[in-house]
Each structure stands twice: as C-alpha cells, then as structure tokens.
Nanobody, 113 residues
Framework: QLQAYGGGLVQHGGSLRLSCAASGSIFGIKFRAWYRQAPGKQRELVAEITSRGSTDYADSVAGRFTISRDNVKNMVYLQMNSLEPEDTAVYYC?????????WGQGTQVTVSS
C-alpha cells in the first residue's frame, strides 16, 4: 500500500528527494517515518514526523535531511542534502496507525565517493 521512490546514484555532496505514496486512504496516522538498511547492518530510523508535525532525526543525518508530509496527497518526503557515502542504503518508508503498521518496499540510494 506504500510506494517509495526517488532513490538513485548520486555523488558525494549531492542531493536526492525520496517520496512515499499511499495507494489508498490511511486513517488514524500516528507517525510517518523513513528507515534505511545498509548491507550487513540492521535497519535504522532516519527521520520521523508525527501527526502533529513534530520531527525527529538520527544524529547522523540531522541538519542534512528533512522529513515532510502532505496530508492531502497522503505523501511523505525525505529531502537529503550533503549526501555522504555512509548514507548508501535501501530506504524504506513507514506509516504507523493505532491498528496497523505499513511499510513501503525500499528504494536504493547509492552515494559515490
């Protein structure tokens, strides 16, 4: 039900914008988030935005990444600036409600040095 897109290959210092679209209506959203998983590593939280608009970021991306949402379009975005090779990973979006937890299929981000 979630479709993440916008990944790709970018040079060190470059930018990408990830998008996550819901194919249908999702009610009672508590928060939306982006996670990432690098090869050989556990999936980690990158950024989160609550239903009230409060945001939180992993220390490694704070100041470089920005999470935002469009409630009308039912979208969540991740603007990634000043990308580093360490940001290379598969990025997943997540939408959490009181009853269900939705995950998108991942989109690959590769940052070349």
């Amino acid at each position: 039900q979630l479709q993440a897109y916008g990944g790709g290959l970018v040079q060190h210092g470059g930018s990408l914008r990830l998008s996550c679209a819901a194919s249908g209506s999702i009610f009672g959203i508590k928060f939306r988030a982006w996670y990432r998983q690098a090869p050989g590593k556990q999936r980690e939280l990158v950024a989160e935005i609550t239903s009230r608009g409060s945001t939180d970021y992993a220390d490694s991306v704070a100041g470089r990444f920005t999470i935002s949402r469009d409630n009308v379009k039912n979208m969540v975005y991740l603007q990634m600036n000043s990308l580093e090779p360490e940001d290379t990973a598969v990025y997943y979006c997540r939408v959490n409600t009181a009853l269900l937890d939705y995950w998108g299929q991942g989109t690959q981000v590769t940052v070349s040095s």
